[in-house]
C-alpha cells in the first residue's frame, strides 16, 4: 500500500485558495487517490477522488499530475468553517484505507 | 438516509470489564472498518472486513476483536479493557472491491476507560 506524506499543518485567511500537497511516491497502477475532510470529534466526509489529470467538484479540485507521485488538494476561497484536517489516502482496487496523521488547516479571519 | 450507525456515542467503563461497541450500515456495503483516532496520532485502523466472515487485522488490532456474521453490522469487542484503549472510535463502510468508492464514517464512540 502506497505511503502518503502531508504538511503537518497550514495556516490561511479567509477568501484564499488553499493548496495541499501530498507525496506519494510509491502509487501503483491500480491506486486512486483520495482525499477526506474530518472536523473536530466528527468521522472523516469524502471530499474529491481521482486517478490521473485533474477533477473538480462544488468544494475542491484535485490535480495529479502525470507521474502520480504526487497530488494537489485545492480549496478555492476558503472560509472560517473549513478550518479542519484534511486527509490523503492512496487506495488500491481492494479499497483498505489506512490515514496518515492529515494536515490540520486553520483559517484565520 | 444512508448512515454508518455506532452505539454508544459515549462510554465510560471500568478496566477489565467487557464491551461491544456496535456498528450498523444501510448501504448494502461490502467493506467495513474501524479506527481509533488519538491526539496527534490520526486515524488508525483496528480491524477490517471485506465481506460477511472475512475479516482482517489493520496497523493496531491487540486488544480488540471483531465479527461480521451478518453484512450490516460490524461490532467492534474489547474483551478485557485497558486504560490505553481510551479514544475516539469510528466505524466506516464502503462499497468496497470497485473503482472510485467513497467510505462513509459513523458520528464516533468515545471511550474512557478507568
Same mark, same amino acid.
Given at each position: 500500500?502506497?505511503?502518503?506524506?502531508?504538511?503537518?499543518?497550514?495556516?490561511?485567511?479567509?477568501?484564499?485558495?488553499?493548496?495541499?500537497?501530498?507525496?506519494?511516491?510509491?502509487?501503483?497502477?491500480?491506486?486512486?487517490?483520495?482525499? #477526506?475532510?474530518?472536523?473536530?470529534?466528527?468521522?472523516?466526509?469524502?471530499?474529491?477522488?481521482?486517478?490521473?489529470?485533474?477533477?473538480?467538484?462544488?468544494?475542491?479540485?484535485?490535480?495529479?499530475?502525470?507521474?502520480?507521485?504526487?497530488?494537489?488538494?485545492?480549496?478555492?476561497?476558503?472560509?472560517?468553517?473549513?478550518?479542519?484536517? %484534511? #486527509?490523503?489516502?492512496?487506495?488500491?482496487?481492494?479499497?483498505?484505507?489506512?490515514?496518515?496523521?492529515?494536515?490540520?488547516?486553520?483559517?484565520?479571519? | 438516509?444512508?448512515?454508518?450507525?455506532?452505539?454508544?456515542?459515549?462510554?465510560?467503563?471500568?478496566?477489565?470489564?467487557?464491551?461491544?461497541?456496535?456498528?450498523?450500515?444501510?448501504?448494502?456495503?461490502?467493506?467495513?472498518?474501524? %479506527?481509533?483516532?488519538?491526539?496527534?496520532?490520526?486515524?488508525?485502523?483496528?480491524?477490517?472486513?471485506?465481506?460477511?466472515?472475512?475479516?482482517?487485522?489493520?496497523?493496531?488490532?491487540?486488544?480488540?476483536?471483531?465479527?461480521?456474521?451478518?453484512?450490516?453490522?460490524?461490532?467492534?469487542?474489547?474483551?478485557?479493557?485497558?486504560?490505553?484503549?481510551?479514544?475516539?472510535?469510528?466505524?466506516?463502510?464502503?462499497?468496497?472491491?470497485?473503482?472510485?468508492?467513497?467510505?462513509?464514517?459513523?458520528?464516533?464512540?468515545?471511550?474512557?476507560?478507568?
Amino acid at each position: 500500500l502506497a505511503k502518503t506524506t502531508q504538511p503537518i499543518s497550514m495556516d490561511s485567511y479567509e477568501g484564499q485558495e488553499v493548496n495541499i500537497t501530498c507525496s506519494h511516491n510509491n502509487i501503483a497502477t491500480n491506486d486512486y487517490i483520495t482525499w #477526506y475532510q474530518q472536523f473536530p470529534s466528527q468521522g472523516p466526509r469524502f471530499i474529491i477522488q481521482g486517478y490521473k489529470t485533474k477533477v473538480t467538484n462544488e468544494v475542491a479540485s484535485l490535480f495529479i499530475p502525470a507521474d502520480r507521485k504526487s497530488s494537489t488538494l485545492s480549496l478555492p476561497r476558503v472560509s472560517l468553517s473549513d478550518t479542519a484536517v %484534511y #486527509y490523503c489516502l492512496v487506495g488500491d482496487f481492494n479499497n483498505d484505507m489506512r490515514f496518515g496523521a492529515g494536515t490540520r488547516l486553520t483559517v484565520k479571519p | 438516509e444512508a448512515q454508518v450507525t455506532q452505539n454508544p456515542r459515549y462510554l465510560i467503563t471500568v478496566t477489565g470489564k467487557k464491551l461491544t461497541v456496535t456498528c450498523s450500515q444501510n448501504m448494502n456495503h461490502e467493506y467495513m472498518s474501524w %479506527y481509533r483516532q488519538d491526539p496527534g496520532l490520526g486515524l488508525r485502523q483496528i480491524y477490517y472486513s471485506m465481506n460477511v466472515e472475512v475479516t482482517d487485522k489493520g496497523d493496531v488490532p491487540e486488544g480488540y476483536k471483531v465479527s461480521r456474521k451478518e453484512k450490516r453490522n460490524f461490532p467492534l469487542i474489547l474483551e478485557s479493557p485497558s486504560p490505553n484503549q481510551t479514544s475516539l472510535y469510528f466505524c466506516a463502510s464502503s462499497p468496497g472491491n470497485r473503482w472510485g468508492t467513497e467510505a462513509f464514517f459513523g458520528q464516533g464512540t468515545r471511550l474512557t476507560v478507568v
